[in-house]
Structure formats: structure tokens, C-alpha cells
């Protein structure tokens, strides 16, 4: 069994790179991917690709490649996405009514199964099909409910409160959208998703590169003598 522990964080971060170029050849019904075929797709090499997959022992043939229906499902296996994921959602504003109508979580496995807000007025609202509910029933739902992961949405000075929150429930997974760090226990794990930091760092990389190529101009209706369109 791999120890999860020892893999590199880069490589767990293109393992998803991975799974998606695999199930989509595995809808094409494309039976087999080579290591540079997989590195070409995710934007690598083959030679990155071979060590990254090593990490979790022989799932290649030399000769043959990657057998992409067996490479698929021995990613989601590693992934952990054979299983249903309960998360618990907490913030019931713009992001957090975004989130629960995310049909991509719900096709991963990940179902938003619990949805809480501070904020009394929206005690009993419903976003997506869940009910919101308030915090002090949080850890109790969490139990009654078998959730996993929990999602934070709310300001950042309120992100903290949250997760330290979300660990006394006995959740240790967290996927943190308010711009805001957060400190948990050892054995729990957190991943950052701030849009405003990705934003900011794609104004950073394109600024200084050269002018791309201007769209061409559309075309000018013709003028009569009398200046009317023709």
C-alpha cells in the first residue's frame, strides 16, 4: 500500500491531471496512452510522467504504455475516488450558493451534504436543495450525517473560528475559499482555493510580454457619397 506521506507534493498535484486525461481517452474508447502522450496532455514529459507514476509501483508495460481503462481506475483508487466524499459547507453567501449547485463536485463523488451560515436571517433558507443551518448544530449534523471534508466561504475574519470548528466536529480535511491562512492540529490537512491570489499572479506573468498578435479589424461598411452605408 503507498504510503501517502512520502509522495511529493507536486506529484499529487498532477495526479488529477492524470485521472482526467485518462477518463477522457477512456470515453474515446482509446485503449492504451504512452508516457509522452500523457505528458504532452498535462503540459510535462514523458520522463516526469514515468517517475510520477512510479510512485505508486508498476502500473505500465514497456512496449505498451498505459493501459488506460487499468490507469483510470487505480488513479481514482489512489485518489480515493471509488468512495462517496460528505462534505459540510460552511458560508451561505455568493461563493458558498455557487458551491452548492457545482455539478462537478457531485460527478467527482463529492456531495455537499450540509449547509451552515452565522447570519440568522438565513437560518432555514434553502441554496441547491440544503436547508441552511446554523453553526451550533454543526457538530452534531457532522456525526448524524458521517460528514468527511468540510468547505469554508466565509470572510476571513471569521475563517479561523470555522476551522477550529470544523476540527472539534472530527473533520480533517479542509478546503479553505476565504482569503485567509488558517491553523489546524498535526493530522489534519488544509488546500487553499483564493481566487483573488490566482488572479493576481496571472496579471503578474503576463505583465512585461510581448504585444500578441490584435484581432483583426472588422470590416468597415462601405460609404455612399451622400455618407450613408451602402
Given at each position: 500500500?503507498?504510503?501517502?506521506?512520502?509522495i511529493?507534493?507536486?506529484?499529487?498535484r498532477?495526479?488529477p491531471?492524470?485521472l482526467r486525461?485518462?477518463?477522457?481517452?477512456?470515453?474515446?474508447?482509446?485503449e492504451?496512452?504512452?508516457?509522452a502522450?500523457?505528458?504532452a496532455?498535462?503540459?510535462?514529459?514523458?520522463?516526469?510522467?514515468?517517475?510520477?507514476?512510479?510512485?505508486?509501483?508498476?502500473?505500465?508495460?514497456?512496449?505498451?504504455g498505459y493501459?488506460?481503462?487499468?490507469?483510470?481506475?487505480?488513479?481514482?483508487s489512489l485518489?480515493?475516488?471509488?468512495?462517496?466524499?460528505?462534505?459540510?459547507?460552511?458560508?451561505a453567501?455568493?461563493i458558498?450558493?455557487a458551491?452548492?449547485t457545482?455539478r462537478t463536485?457531485r460527478?467527482r463523488?463529492?456531495?455537499?451534504?450540509?449547509?451552515?451560515?452565522?447570519?440568522?436571517?438565513?437560518?432555514?433558507?434553502?441554496?441547491?436543495?440544503l436547508?441552511v443551518q446554523?453553526?451550533?448544530?454543526?457538530?452534531?449534523t457532522?456525526?448524524?450525517?458521517?460528514?468527511d471534508?468540510?468547505?469554508?466561504a466565509v470572510?476571513?475574519?471569521?475563517?479561523?473560528?470555522?476551522?477550529?470548528?470544523?476540527?472539534?466536529?472530527?473533520?480533517?480535511?479542509?478546503?479553505?475559499?476565504a482569503?485567509?491562512?488558517?491553523?489546524v492540529?498535526p493530522?489534519?490537512?488544509?488546500?487553499?482555493?483564493?481566487?483573488?491570489?490566482?488572479?493576481?499572479?496571472l496579471?503578474?506573468?503576463?505583465t512585461?510580454?510581448p504585444?500578441?498578435?490584435?484581432p483583426?479589424?472588422e470590416?468597415e461598411p462601405?460609404?455612399g457619397q451622400?455618407g450613408?452605408?451602402?
Amino acid at each position: 500500500m503507498t504510503d501517502h506521506a512520502t509522495i511529493p507534493r507536486p506529484v499529487i498535484r498532477r495526479m488529477p491531471q492524470y485521472l482526467r486525461h485518462a477518463e477522457a481517452l477512456e470515453r474515446q474508447g482509446v485503449e492504451t496512452v504512452s508516457s509522452a502522450e500523457l505528458g504532452a496532455a498535462i503540459g510535462s514529459t514523458a520522463a516526469q510522467v514515468r517517475k510520477d507514476l512510479a510512485c505508486f509501483g508498476q502500473l505500465g508495460r514497456r512496449g505498451v504504455g498505459y493501459v488506460v481503462r487499468d490507469l483510470a481506475r487505480e488513479l481514482r483508487s489512489l485518489l480515493s475516488l471509488d468512495r462517496p466524499w460528505r462534505v459540510a459547507l460552511v458560508g451561505a453567501g455568493n461563493i458558498g450558493r455557487a458551491l452548492c449547485t457545482y455539478r462537478t463536485f457531485r460527478e467527482r463523488g463529492f456531495r455537499i451534504a450540509a449547509l451552515f451560515d452565522s447570519d440568522p436571517f438565513k437560518d432555514g433558507c434553502t441554496w441547491g436543495g440544503l436547508k441552511v443551518q446554523p453553526m451550533r448544530d454543526l457538530r452534531r449534523t457532522v456525526r448524524a450525517l458521517g460528514i468527511d471534508l468540510g468547505i469554508i466561504a466565509v470572510p476571513p475574519a471569521a475563517a479561523q473560528g470555522v476551522a477550529d470548528q470544523l476540527v472539534a466536529a472530527g473533520l480533517r480535511g479542509i478546503l479553505n475559499f476565504a482569503p485567509a491562512r488558517i491553523r489546524v492540529p498535526p493530522g489534519v490537512r488544509v488546500r487553499y482555493a483564493d481566487f483573488a491570489v490566482e488572479i493576481e499572479q496571472l496579471a503578474f506573468l503576463i505583465t512585461g510580454l510581448p504585444p500578441g498578435p490584435r484581432p483583426a479589424d472588422e470590416e468597415e461598411p462601405a460609404v455612399g457619397q451622400d455618407g450613408s452605408a451602402e
